[in-house]
């Protein structure tokens, strides 16, 4: 294990300007730097090219969008079972290096493998090696990137995660699940009428969401793996902002069903409503606390829309926000720390976080102005969210000082409504 | 009531006309109902009309992309408009809601879809909630215009289904609706 210390060491101060990215076909577009970012380099793996995935170069981009890294360029021939140059590399000023290879097997597989040194120590720091199937090459790369991250940051790595989004284009309303980097995009969801809302389930298998096919709103269930749907939510009226309890088996909902939007709890199977929440208000957007016993949501009752908490057995309803007069769409990080946002001032719309401690500000990490749709990372360490540029809707990683922000890959289409999955797949 | 239906039909089967609209099928029983435009009110008679809120100038679109399979109920007004930030029914639009709550309190197997709609600012949820409580609004105006709870169903678009596209006053007013949707 290296220690965070040790890489640091090399780190006197962090260059005031980002250089434009030679991996430009993934389309990270970081902006911003952090504080503290360790210089890495990535050397181009041995025989990539012929596995048809840029190995290396999916590295790289997983890296420099958290934010916690800074590419070193440089490099020529290396491999995993090279041996490194420890002053040429210091020379150049990375404090840890990985090369790798992609061998392809006899049973059509590939042999995915690397290498990662500590270039201050001079010392290995973990090697792998994993044979894949050629689709799953990308996920090799998130994997290798994740290992990376967890030995130099000592904390789990969410390159290999999934993403939903939903995308708008020919008429047509389209879910997706695609690679936490936005690239790898398949269909979960084609439909004629919008598609909103969705919310992975606490184990990622499944996505609950809102689907306006039947001419209103109504909360289905799917299972990404079989595409099996399941209506959880269809009553009288508008049926709608699922969200998941973290042990998988609450679902919260909006339902109009007894005039006015309010908040209910029901089973994942849709059985045993019951009404949270009971204002003359608007109460909607609930999003569960990670310890599953409080429930933030979004209510008018005082005259705007504010962020509010109670219990998941209903009581004193605490106010949370309290600056300015428009609040919405609260996302809680996994370790309830933090809250983060939308929030308008004038005409602008954009994300905020709040420390969810006592006196805890709002902070405005953005300058866009039509920021939507706020989730964490499964590691807390990075909100992925919608918002405009160039006349597109687009998706935008931001580290949580707003530091380090990153446009995600897209097609044509507007894309909207991004939730980030959980660990695991 | 009768001679006042016959005379009614008689204006639409002119409008209609006047329209170009020679293709439009004419359900010759259709059951259209009274506005309160009296018989003598014809062609003319200036300012006569208005006791009923509608005009001698009003034209009532027919959208043959929608509802036309519903027949009579497609003449009827269909959208009302709301202020920035109002879920308030403007006095202006209280005959679209009336005769369509007429139209259900005249045929009790009748059911209409009540759609409420936001301009894009804002939330996708918070939206739908939004269009949820003018949708509301329009189905409770209706109730006390005779129609029964049973007959209609409020929902939300929220900012999901704009009715014209932009990003100005004159796109958001157009899209701050409800539509009244036979079902």
Known sequence: ???????????????????????????????????????????????????????????????????????????????????????????????????????????????????????????????????????????????????????????????STRIAYVTRGGGRFTLRVADADGEGGQVALNSAEPIISPAWSPNGRELAYVSFESQKAVVYTQDVATGNRRIVANFRGSNSAPAWSPDSQTLAVTLSRES????????????????????????????????????????????????????????AVERVTFGGTYNISPAISPDGRTMAFISRSGNAFRLHTQDLGAGGQPNAITDTNDDESPSFAPNGRLIIYATRAQGRDVLMTTTLDGKIKARLASAAADVREPVWGPFGR | MKHATKLHLTTILTALVLAGCSSTKLDTDVPVESRGTTPGAGAGAAGGANAGGTTQ???????????????????????????????????????????????????????????????????????????????????????????????????????????????????????????????
């Open chain 1, 1 to 159: 294990m290296l220690s965070r210390r040790s890489v640091l060491a090399g780190v006197a101060g962090v260059a005031g300007a980002v250089a434009v990215p030679a991996w430009a076909q993934f389309r990270v577009e970081i902006s911003g730097v952090g504080a503290t970012q360790l210089p890495i380099s990535i050397v181009k793996f041995r025989d990539e090219d012929r596995a048809g995935q840029a190995i290396s170069a999916i590295v790289r981009a997983d890296l420099e969008r958290s934010g916690v890294f800074r590419i070193v360029e440089g490099g020529g021939a290396l491999d995993e079972t090279s041996q490194p140059s420890w002053t040429e590399w210091r020379g150049r000023g990375s404090d840890a290096l990985a090369a790798g290879s992609t061998t392809r097997l006899a049973d059509g597989r590939f042999d995915v493998r690397f290498k990662l040194w500590d270039v201050v120590k001079g010392t290995e720091v973990a090697g792998q090696s994993n044979a894949v199937q050629p689709p799953d090459l990308r996920l090799a790369a998130h994997r290798i990137a994740d290992t990376i991250y967890e030995k130099l940051t000592g904390e789990k790595g969410v390159f």
């Open chain 1, 260 to 315: 006015g939007s309010q908040i209910f709890l029901m089973g994942r199977d849709g059985e045993n409503v019951r009404r949270l929440t009971t204002s003359q208000a608007i109460d909607t957007e609930p999003v569960f606390a990670p310890d599953g016993r409080t429930i933030y949501f979004v209510s008018d009752r005082g005259g705007s829309p504010q962020i509010y908490k109670v219990g998941i057995g209903g009581g």
């Open chain 2, 57 to 183: 100038s009003q034209v009532t679109p027919v959208d043959l992309t929608k509802g036309t399979q519903q027949g009579a109920a497609s003449n009827l007004p269909r959208v009302v408009y709301f202020d920035f930030d109002s879920y308030v029914v403007k006095d202006e639009y209280r005959p679209t809601v009336e005769a369509n709550a007429k139209a259900l309190a005249a045929d009790r197997k009748r059911r209409i879809a009540v759609e409420g709609h936001t301009d894009e600012r804002g939330g996708h949820e918070y939206n739908l909630a939004l269009g949820q409580k003018r949708a509301e609004a329009v189905a409770k105006s209706m109730t006390l215009m005779g129609a029964n709870e049973t007959q209609i169903e409020a929902v939300s678009f929220g900012k999901e289904r704009p009715a014209v596209q932009g990003s100005d006053e004159a796109a958001w007013a157009k899209n701050r609706r409800a539509e009244l949707t036979p079902r």
